[in-house]
């Protein structure tokens, strides 16, 4: 049966309200959780007339049903609301693979929820019911997992001696050749062809941790050695011998493609001491292990009966031994029988020996399944149970080292004192229990988990029970009726630790054994958050503080992390925005705080990537041209590259002396502009490996500087400092062109009003200036270095506003007009918008012309120190009156005001596609508004502020003024005859990306 994506979807009705725009926010925060509420669609639709539609809950069909219903009612009757109905369409990409499977299987048939996953290879065992459907099920599984390439199904039962199962392709590549990462090693095989369990990886790491990389109490020896019997492609042997330092391992497995494929992961590993032998020798110096590093010793492939008697023929001291081959592994143990040790002088052996018991499923206790392990036991190695010492692990694991396996190794096998063997079995069970815990008796019993449950919490606030284990899937239960609620997948490791953020918190968070830590939304069931703890090799426990907020990661260390968020609802932060801005092209929001920077996903309002740095405060942060990059500036002058998908640091720039008090990319160019503190400005070449400057200027101000603006059109930077000036700079020279004088206190903000030489300044006063600039490409302005107007932000009748961020608006009206607006905003937490319209005609402003490209070169070699012409301007500014404005007619007015934060604002961008403004606030809080200063929707983790930003996944990325000039261009060559180098221009402008001040993608 062939995958048909039409018959997935779903159709229904819901009860809808058509309200005004500008009162979709009010209608969303009261009716909260009766909206719809469903991954990644959207609970608000665009009406007719500019109106919206609000889409209610599946279960509301009354508004009668509402505890808001008498207000509702009066909005319907005062014509203010309408009613109506909306149908809702989900499609295949709406639902998880096992929601997809639920609809198009029979039903009554059992969704296959999990698979295990080797490399890119997702491995089946499909039901004989389930077979007919094997290649929708598989293509299925191949969409819904990224990570996957190949998915195959099991044919048949595991015959072959060398534990090998024959199986089919069922979707995606023919290729089962993977390569893989675990515990720090690569390995790469034919999965066809070999043994490869990846739900042991864990189990793998506990006892490699336990006996090879922690001081142990195991052996006496000074030198381990090691007999991996069935060694595999060295999921034991390959770690040990790369981690651990001493240790000699001998590597046997019977299968010849094994052995293949554990060179392969050698030489991938670049293990510098392996020994391949056909024939061992007798033990010699040549098996001694170095003092750095272990050494391997790969035999020719052979059965561990014969392998184990060799080695003691042959007196190679073996401290350990073992045996993964849980369906024969007991069996094998016979290789031991007269295998004297004490009597040559040879250490006994520590053997660990992984096993299955039938006896475990049917048996509610222990006893059955120790019963089993006993007598299988016995007759492997001809003993009675009188002669075998049992050892309980306890919580099912056994501590390694410790004082019982000192004990076991004491008694151990076939002691010539003794005669003892000591046995130490751990159970894991793939069923949850819930108890009474007044009557003491089982209530019910949950079932779901394909493997071992290893770890559990209840959340309060939902009433579910949330458990984890050796299958890598959250389940998410109703324990009062024993249903499995939901499966949440996103792990590839085992869970070792789940943990509910507080009492009153819908958030929990899962660690698994590989170090990745993920926080997952309980009423949405999406990931919130996800990152590893690099400082862990194995994570083994995990566990939560809420009274301290804090988080603790387990392995030979304690990690704690403190929360970012503690759960509050429709909140972006806890501490202090940095900055916010949204990249258009990647459709993503980018957000800071002095210790971490997020990724957001514009289109779903998730969080995509969380980016921390540890070195010291964020001062400063901004993307690259292509969205790949993320430069991160700090309090103490260091700027780190991070990788934007991954988190990871990639490289890092020439540092500063002091904070980076500002940075901006240059598009195009492939430079970053840095200023700082220590008064010096910074032209980065970030395109290089290594540390590149190609321009700075030192002694840039008297004082420290604030404040940075550049502009690709007009070919300018400009610096506000605390010495009251504004320096104007050749970008590609970095000479000073003029230096602004007027400010009385600190200046706080600049903005070029690109395509007019004209700069907007504010300073801590409260006063907003609009200054004349002189040009390098055309004729200069009467007025240049001059302001033109000025104005003062009032906070009331007696008192002005500082303003701390501003953002400049030209929209053309005509082939000849624009209209010009500016944003500001200030400490108060308010945003207002002040028409300069008047400004552009009555002081003769024109636009002025690109720098062509010809003349464009960025990568300019440029070193000046400006000390004694910013020591004399110092003295200057000191002198001039404050702003003396050149144009006395009023011709600035101010438009709409709204309070936007609760505290002060620190940036403010406005964007056209679509038309927004963009804030962050001192109180923690990012928002988008529309221009008219309606509120469009926050930037939060969870909570019941609706995700309602207007773009889609399938939208163009290229802006749509761009796309209006470039159909423009082509309208206007269409009709006109080419000249002479044309084409080339236009070429050369596409491929340096900029035209006119336009950016191509």
């Keep these: ?24 926010g009010e209608f969303l925060k009261r009716l909260g959780q009766h909206l719809l509420n469903l991954p990644r669609r959207k609970n608000v639709e665009s009406a007719s ?17 509402l505890p808001e219903q008498e207000w509702l009612q009066e909005q319907v009757t005062s014509g203010a609301v309408k009613l109506s109905t909306f149908e809702v369409t989900l499609g295949y990409e709406h639902f998880t693979a096992e929601e997809v499977l639920r609809k198009l299987l029979p039903a009554g048939m059992e969704i296959p929820s999990s698979f295990e996953q080797a490399g890119h290879v997702a491995h089946l065992n499909l039901r004989d019911s389930q077979l007919p459907f094997k290649n929708l099920i598989g293509q299925v599984i191949l969409d819904k997992n990224k990570s996957v390439k190949t998915v195959v199904n099991k044919t048949g039962k595991i015959e072959t001696e060398f534990r090998t199962f024959p199986m089919e392709r069922l979707a995606g590549e023919e290729s089962t050749v993977v390569r893989l990462k675990e515990h720090q ?20 790491g506990r006892l490699i941790e336990a006996l090879f990389l ?84 790969s035999h020719k492939p052979g059965d561990a009966r014969e392998f184990i ?29 007269g295998l004297n040790y004490v009597k040559f002088g040879l250490p006994r052996p520590l053997v660990c020996c992984y096993t299955f018991s039938d006896a475990a499923v049917d048996s509610d206790g222990a006893d059955g399944c120790v019963s089993d392990l006993l007598n299988r036991l016995g007759k492997a190695l001809a003993l009675t149970p009188e002669r075998m010492h049992y050892i309980d692990s306890g919580r099912g694991r056994l501590p390694l080292p410790s004082p019982e396996v000192s004990k076991m190794v004491d008694e151990a096998f076939l002691s010539a004192e003794s005669q003892q063997i000591s046995v130490s079995v751990r159970l894991v069970r793939n069923v949850v229990m819930t108890w009474d815990v007044f009557t003491g008796m089982r209530k019910r019993t949950l079932r779901g988990h394909e493997m071992g449950v290893r770890c559990m919490a209840f959340a309060t606030s939902t009433k579910v ?49 590989e170090g990745f830590v993920k926080t997952w939304d309980l009423g949405t069931y999406q990931m919130i958050q996800s990152f590893v703890v690099d400082e862990i090799t194995i994570l083994r426990a995990f566990v939560s503080i809420p009274s301290s907020k804090r988080v603790i990661a387990v392995d030979r260390e304690f990690v704690a992390f403190d929360y970012q968020n503690t759960g509050i609802a429709d909140q972006t932060e806890e501490e202090p925005l940095i900055k916010v801005f949204y990249n258009e092209r990647l459709k993503v929001f980018v957000s800071g705080t002095i210790n971490a920077v997020k990724i957001w996903d514009a289109v779903t309002g998730a969080i995509k990537v969380v980016i921390t740095h540890k070195d010291a405060e964020i001062t400063d942060f901004c993307f690259d041209d292509r969205g790949r990059k993320l430069f991160v500036s700090d309090h103490l002058g260091k700027i780190h590259v991070y990788h934007s998908s991954t988190g990871c640091l990639v490289k890092k720039l020439t540092n500063h002396a002091k904070e980076v008090s500002g940075m901006i990319y240059c598009q195009g160019d492939k430079n970053i502009i840095t200023v700082s503190w220590d008064r010096s400005i910074v032209v980065h070449d970030e395109s290089n490996k290594t540390e590149v400057v190609h321009r700075r200027a030192t002694n840039s101000h008297k004082g420290d500087i604030t404040c940075v603006a550049y502009s690709r059109h007009l070919g300018l930077i400009a610096t506000g400092s605390t010495d009251c000036v504004i320096a104007v700079r050749e970008y590609l020279k970095l000479r000073i062109l003029a230096c602004l004088l007027g400010h009385k206190t600190d200046v706080t903000a600049l903005a070029f009003v690109e395509p007019y030489p004209l700069l907007v300044s504010a300073d801590f006063g409260g006063n907003v200036a609009v200054w004349a600039l002189p040009t390098i490409s055309g004729k200069d ?82 070193e000046n120190d400006a000390s004694h012409t910013a020591e004399t301007v110092a003295r200057k500014a000191a002198e001039v009156p404050e702003l003396q404005a050149q144009m006395d007619q009023p011709l600035v007015r101010q438009g709409i ?10 940036t403010l961008k406005v964007y056209s596609n679509p038309p927004c403004v963009v804030t962050a606030g001192f109180d923690g809080m990012a928002k988008i508004w529309t221009r008219e200063g309606k509120l469009m929707s926050v930037l939060r983790a969870y909570g019941q502020t609706i995700w309602d930003f207007p773009v889609e996944a399938t939208d163009p990325c290229v802006p749509l003024e761009t796309q209006n000039w470039l159909l423009q261009k082509v309208h206007e060559a269409s009709e006109e005859k080419p000249v002479d180098g044309a084409r080339e221009s236009i070429t050369n402008g596409y491929q340096k990306g900029t035209h006119g001040n336009k950016h191509f993608v």
């Design 185 to 204: 090693c690569i390995f790469e095989f034919e999965y066809q062809d070999v043994y490869w369990n990846s739900r042991l990886q864990e189990e793998h």
């Design 897 to 906: 005001s709204w309070k936007a934060h609760s505290d002060s604002l620190r």
């Design 781 to 862: 302005h009467k007025f240049a270095n001059k302001v033109l107007t000025r104005f003062i932000n009032m906070q009331s009748l007696e008192s002005s506003a500082s303003v701390n961020c501003l953002d400049p608006v030209c929209t053309p009206i005509n082939d000849h007009e624009h209209s010009f607006m500016l944003y500001t905003g200030d400490e108060d937490g308010e945003v207002r918008s002040w028409d300069l319209s008047a400004l552009l005609p009555a002081a003769g402003i024109q636009k002025c012309p690109p720098i062509p490209d010809a003349e464009w070169d960025p990568y300019k070699r440029v």
């Design 214 to 297: 922690q001081p142990s109490t195991a052996t006496a020896t000074a030198q381990p050695v090691l007999a991996d019997c069935t060694c595999g492609v060295g999921p034991f042997s390959i770690p040990i011998v790369k981690l651990a330092n001493g240790v000699v391992c001998h590597a046997n497995d019977l299968n010849p493609s094994s052995i293949h494929w554990l060179l392969k992961s050698v030489e991938l590993n670049k293990l510098p001491y392996v020994m391949d032998v056909d024939e061992l020798p007798c033990y010699g110096e040549e098996f001694q292990a170095p003092s750095v590093g272990s050494l391997l010793v």
């Design 1 to 24: 049966m062939e995958l048909d994506r039409s018959k997935v979807e779903e159709c229904f009705q819901v009860l809808a309200l058509e309200v005004p725009a500008r009162r979709t």
């Design 49 to 65: 007339g500019g109106s919206k539609l609000i889409l209610l809950s599946r279960t509301v069909s009354d508004i009668k049903q």
């Design 465 to 513: 029970l949330v458990t984890g284990g050796y299958d890598y899937n959250l389940f998410v239960w109703n324990p009062y009726v024993g249903k499995s609620i939901h499966t949440i997948h996103g792990h590839s490791a085992p869970i070792v630790g789940i943990e509910v953020l507080g009492a009153s918190s819908n958030q929990v968070v899962s660690a698994d054994s």
């Design 309 to 337: 008697p060799e080695l003691f023929n042959k007196r190679h001291p073996v401290t350990h031994a073992i045996f993964n081959l849980p369906a024969a592994g007991v069996e094998l143990l016979d290789c031991f029988r």
